[in-house]
């Protein structure tokens, strides 16, 4: 199994920049796409960005496209997701996830971190 620990978040103006971590447990990390999805009180929870296993694909979700950057290092067993420009909007709380396969949905996600909270105050 993979154990994910997400860390990074907290409290920021908008326009400002969070760098969030994703530390992976699990001796075949490198086989699983990652991908960062989001939960804000009162809504569904969406997709953010997706990395495949050797991060030469990524997919972002609209609403964050040209702001947010998702990255992972194998060998350190972590994701990443740089994020800029933040607004309002993306406030909620952040997770990590992993996959098997390559998903856009939350509901193919295999295993999840604890999530860490992102606050962008206007």
């Known amino acids: 199994q993979v154990q994910l620990v997400e860390s990074g978040g907290g409290l920021v103006q908008a326009g400002g920049s969070l760098r969030l971590s994703c530390a992976a447990s699990?001796?075949?990390?490198?086989?699983?796409?990652m991908g960062w999805f989001r939960q804000a009180p009162g809504k569904e929870r969406e997709s953010v960005a997706v990395i495949n296993w050797s991060g030469g694909s990524t997919y972002y979700a609209d609403s964050v496209k040209g702001r947010f950057t998702i990255s992972r290092d194998n060998a350190k067993k972590t994701v990443y997701l740089q994020m800029s420009g933040l607004k309002p909007e993306d406030t909620a709380v952040y997770y990590c996830?992993?996959?098997?396969?390559?998903?856009?949905?939350?509901?193919?996600?295999?295993?999840w971190g604890q999530g860490t909270q992102v606050t962008v105050s206007s």
């Open positions: 699990g001796r075949t990390f490198s086989s699983y796409v």
């Open positions: 996830a992993a996959a098997k396969a390559y998903g856009r949905e939350p509901r193919e996600y295999d295993y």
